[in-house]
């Protein structure tokens, strides 16, 4: 016979028993769940191990609570695709990927000699790769330490705070922010506390309690705007931190293209986390994320992986080692130049129309740009051939803002580009009757 109500007199009794009747469907998604008191007077016990039971719930994601509404069975959670889907026809501003016409190259030769690999056994760190990649943090950014491979930035991110938080912890994240975290943050069950943005860094709050575990930092090329952390704003954060007991992830995903200074690791005295990615220069399918750091986590996180994935394809590995060892110099500075100068001129052209985006001074190919009415702007602009991306999803204030990805756009579209948004946003102002 289905049960159809919870049951049991401990909280762990309780928690099993209403995982039950939701796993069974019994209680659906949206259904609302007694509210503590009432439960317990109807089981018999105190209050306080009915709300124990709905803590056990809620940290294991079965169920959610929002305040007034009380506790409810959450909606399916949709896997998070972040592709963006272009009308046709449309210059594509809004996916965020980069231009593959600065990929290099797969020739023929970059596997001779190479055999795959059909032994269990002989898996692990690609020991050239290794090597250059320990070699390259020394010298590009300052860090000498052990270094972990994964997949991507957002897996490291997602070890680390797995390894360092527990259920509730507060993390601060920029704001606005790269739209994957607030959805891995929701996901692990940690609060995310936004830190607004000015064209130094992330300001840090006056008024912030010290009940933060994690601090998530991208020192150059912030994701959506661009921003360079000055060397102020990075020596501040520097002082903040050292009084107080928190792990710092600094995601320096377009480290190997930039040409701004990286102010380093060594004033850091507290535990820390490096992290960078091949993608902007290798493209997602020679994807590899670095970590490096002075704290145990890193051991820890060998340790898990070990005992899941255990290695990163050795192929993947070898491609790695020989197209970054081609790019290294010349050629990576090329890349990074490209970018540097489409962003250069699109700033320039609107600059002309009094239109000045965050990260002036910043690197990477997004720009931010804060409209009045979010949904007009991008309507307007498709009407004009340009597809860019909505920032909702980016944004913890919620206000109305535009990712503009010049990846994709020519350098002589630049100023056309940019006398279309300035007619959009003037357009904007207009009142219609």
Same mark, same amino acid.
């Given at each position: 016979?289905?049960?159809?109500k919870?049951k049991g ?10 995982e039950q009747?939701i796993r069974?469907?019994?209680w ?5 769940l007694?509210?503590?008191r009432s439960?317990a007077d109807?089981?018999?016990?105190n ?7 709905y803590?056990?719930?809620r940290d294991a994601?079965i ?5 007034r509404r009380g506790?409810?069975v959450?909606?399916k959670t949709?896997?998070?695709h972040s592709e963006?889907a272009?009308p046709?026809?449309?210059v ?6 980069v231009?593959r016409?600065?990929l290099?190259?797969?020739a023929s ?9 059909a032994?269990v056994?002989n898996?692990g760190?690609?020991p050239?790769?290794?090597?250059f990649l320990?070699n390259?943090l020394?010298?590009?950014i300052?860090?000498e330490?052990e270094?972990?491979l ?5 897996d490291?991110?997602?070890r680390i705070l797995?390894?360092r938080?527990i259920?509730g912890?507060k ?6 922010c790269w739209?994957?975290l607030p959805?891995l943050l ?10 607004q943005?000015?064209d130094?860094?992330?300001?840090i709050p006056e008024?912030l309690?010290d ?5 998530i930092?991208?020192?150059r090329?912030h994701?959506?705007t661009?921003?360079?952390y000055?060397q ?7 002082a903040f ?6 792990l710092?992830?600094?995601d ?10 990286f102010?380093?690791?060594q004033?850091f005295e507290?535990?820390?986390m490096?992290t960078t990615?091949t ?7 020679? +994807?590899i ?5 002075n #704290? !145990?986590?890193?051991? /820890?996180?060998?340790? %898990?992986f &070990? ?7 050795k192929?993947?590995?070898?491609l790695?080692?020989q197209l970054?060892?081609?790019l290294?110099?010349?050629a ?8 540097r ?5 699109l700033f ?8 000045f ?8 190919f997004h720009?931010?740009?804060p409209?009045?009415n979010?949904?007009q702007?991008?309507q ?5 051939g340009w597809a ?5 999803a980016?944004h913890f204030?919620k +206000?109305?803002?535009?990712r503009?990805?010049? #990846? !994709?756009?020519?350098? /002589?579209?630049?100023? %056309?580009l &940019?006398?279309?948004?300035a007619?959009t946003?003037n357009?904007g102002?207009?009142t219609?009757y």
């Open positions: 016979m289905t049960q159809l919870p007199n401990t909280a762990v009794n309780i928690a099993q028993s209403i009747l069974r469907k019994v659906p998604e949206g259904y609302r007694p509210t503590v439960l109807e089981l018999g016990v209050p306080n191990t009915v709300s124990a039971a803590k056990q719930l994601g169920i959610d609570t929002d305040g506790s409810f959450p909606h949709e896997i998070l963006t272009i046709q026809g449309l594509d501003l809004a996916s965020g990927n231009d016409r600065l290099p190259p797969l030769d970059l596997l001779e000699h190479y055999s795959l690999n032994d056994g898996y760190d690609h050239e790769l290794m090597k320990k390259w020394a010298e590009h300052g860090i330490s270094v972990m994964l997949s991507s930035s957002l490291i991110m997602e797995m390894q938080c259920s912890s993390v601060l994240i920029e704001d606005p739209p994957p959805a929701a996901t692990l069950r940690l609060e995310a506390v936004p830190l943005m000015d130094e860094g992330a300001v008024q309690n009940d933060f575990s994690v601090v930092l991208t020192p090329a994701s959506p661009g921003i360079n000055s102020a704003r990075w020596q501040q954060w520097q931190l050292n009084q107080r007991d928190a710092l992830i600094v320096d995903h377009w480290a190997a293209l930039s040409q701004q200074p102010y380093g690791m004033g507290g535990e820390w490096y990615s993608s902007k220069f290798l493209g997602t399918d020679a +994807r994320a670095i970590a490096a750091g #704290s !145990n986590i890193l051991h /820890a996180m060998k340790k %898990r &070990a005992l899941g994935p255990r290695w990163i394809s192929i993947l590995q070898h790695t080692w970054w060892q081609q290294e110099g010349e990576m500075h090329e890349i990074s130049e490209n970018y100068i489409r962003r250069q001129t320039a052209c609107l600059n002309q129309h009094g239109i985006p965050l990260g002036k001074n910043g690197e990477g720009i931010w740009l409209v009045a979010e949904a702007v991008i307007f602009l498709a009407a004009k860019v991306q909505s920032c909702a980016f204030a +206000r109305g803002s535009v503009i990805t010049f #990846s !994709n756009l020519d350098l /002589a579209d630049c100023a %056309r &940019a006398d279309d948004i007619e946003l357009a102002r207009k219609i």
